[in-house]
């Protein structure tokens, strides 16, 4: 079987053995970042790329992106920047998540920006940079309300006092995160900006320089809290356009950039109350057309929504019947035909415009969009397509690779 993909920077054909894929349109993941610069201007992007930028490929995501000009990115742990920094990109990157003292000379010598969540934290960081004869670049992380990492809002002096006396650190940004922007009631996402003022205030009280970066905005944020854009948002699920819950205000529009299809690999026609599947949860009254497709939760597809979810067969949605196996399940296609090969879409848009939305599978497996497109694992390939007329910037033949 023959796709076009982007290889090495160049669009090809080329073979792929599995009939299971994930494609990526990136002329949409472009518009999206696009559409988020614009709708926050002048506040700028943080593209967050987390968890395999959220199912999409970090490192394809982030080489393609950082030719789109996207000013900064943000992961979870230091591995994921190391991969970034390894497939060239020099970006600025920023680390979310909590760390090791062991895991500090790693953020410096990649130059990585580190967040320090608490006045023990930033102490270590300076001791390390101090030692390497280096400057470390610090995001100073608050708890307004989050309940996570970060000082808490109540103590937050604690850490700004402490800054004067670690010379080895550059305090670039100070950040928190929002808890419930993506909910109707934005109460208590307007709580936590109103201490992240106080939090912003008290820091030039003290005499500290502003940061060149304040941030508080996520997704939900960015769509319905303008007030918390400050300057940079780190959009994360809109950046793959999707939006973060049903309650968020749709006031920035974007598309998803990711499609999940495989093809019809068996048909056969079941005799009248004939089981399918473990545990013999489907049978049907009449002999029943039921074909086969080779994905299941071992591809990270949902057990879950076993006789309950939907595909597109030929750009038609038919049931899933029976549960879903680790490497397959059936549908039933009624009095329809389908033949091996046929196209099946599990999540996106068929070419008939018939689609199965990714919020219909998040309550098919009674779950959230972002755990569907995180949990697409390392066994489905994943394509790179343009779809649109902006073609991106190739440049040295490295833009993508396949992964
Ligand atoms: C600290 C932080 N900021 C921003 C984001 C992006 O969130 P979203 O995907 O809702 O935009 C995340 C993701 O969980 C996060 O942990």
Redesign the pocket.
């Known amino acids: 079987m023959h796709e076009t993909g982007i290889y090495d920077g160049a669009l090809v054909e080329r073979e792929i053995l599995r009939p299971t894929v994930a494609e990526i349109d990136l002329a949409q993941l472009a518009a999206n970042y696009r559409a988020i610069q614009q709708a926050v201007a002048p506040a700028r992007v943080m593209a967050?790329i987390?968890a395999n930028a959220y199912g999409h490929g970090l490192v394809p995501v982030g080489r393609y992106l950082a030719h789109q000009g996207v000013d900064y990115f943000?992961v979870?742990f230091v591995e994921e920047a190391q991969a970034l920094r390894a497939a060239g990109i020099k970006t600025p990157i920023l680390v979310?998540g909590g760390f090791l003292a062991e895991q500090i000379p790693q953020f410096l010598e990649h130059d990585l920006t580190i967040t320090a969540s608490s006045v023990e934290k930033l102490q270590q960081i300076d001791r390390v940079a101090a030692g390497l004869g280096r400057q470390a670049r610090i995001h100073l992380k608050f708890d307004t309300g989050m309940g996570r990492v970060g000082v808490q809002y109540a103590t937050a002096k604690t850490l700004l006092d402490a800054v004067a006396d670690c010379t080895h650190c550059e305090i670039e940004g100070i950040y928190s995160?929002l808890a419930t922007a993506?909910e109707a009631d934005l109460t208590h996402a307007r709580l936590q900006a109103a201490r992240f003022a106080d939090i912003l205030a008290y820091n030039q009280q003290c005499g500290n320089p502003t940061p060149r970066w304040r941030h508080l905005a996520?997704?939900?944020a960015i769509c319905q809290l303008p007030e918390t854009h400050y300057d940079i948002v780190?959009?994360?699920?809109?950046l793959y356009g999707v939006y973060?819950s049903p309650e968020v205000k749709r006031t920035v529009t974007v598309k998803p950039a990711l499609r999940w299809r495989s093809r019809v690999v068996y048909f056969k026609i079941q005799p009248a109350d004939h089981p399918v599947s473990y545990g013999s949860t489907w049978r049907h009254d009449q002999p029943a057309r039921i074909v086969t497709v080779p994905v299941g939760y071992g591809d990270g597809y949902f057990r879950a929504i076993s006789d309950r979810g939907k595909v597109l067969i030929n750009g038609r949605r038919y049931p899933i019947v029976g549960r879903v196996c680790m490497d397959q399940f059936m549908v039933h296609i009624g009095q329809d035909s389908a033949y091996n090969g046929d196209e099946v879409i599990l999540l996106g848009e068929s070419d008939t415009g018939e689609r199965i939305t990714i919020e219909e599978l998040s309550e098919w497996a009674g779950t959230i969009p972002?755990e569907i497109l995180t949990n697409i694992n390392g066994r489905v390939p994943r394509i790179y397509k343009e779809t649109s007329d902006n073609r991106p910037q190739t440049s040295e033949g490295d833009l993508l690779s396949e992964v």
Do not use: E
């Not at 780190?234 to 809109?238: E, N, P, S, T, V």
């Open positions: 967050t987390k943000a979870a979310f995160h993506d996520n997704s939900a780190r959009a994360g699920i809109l973060p972002y």
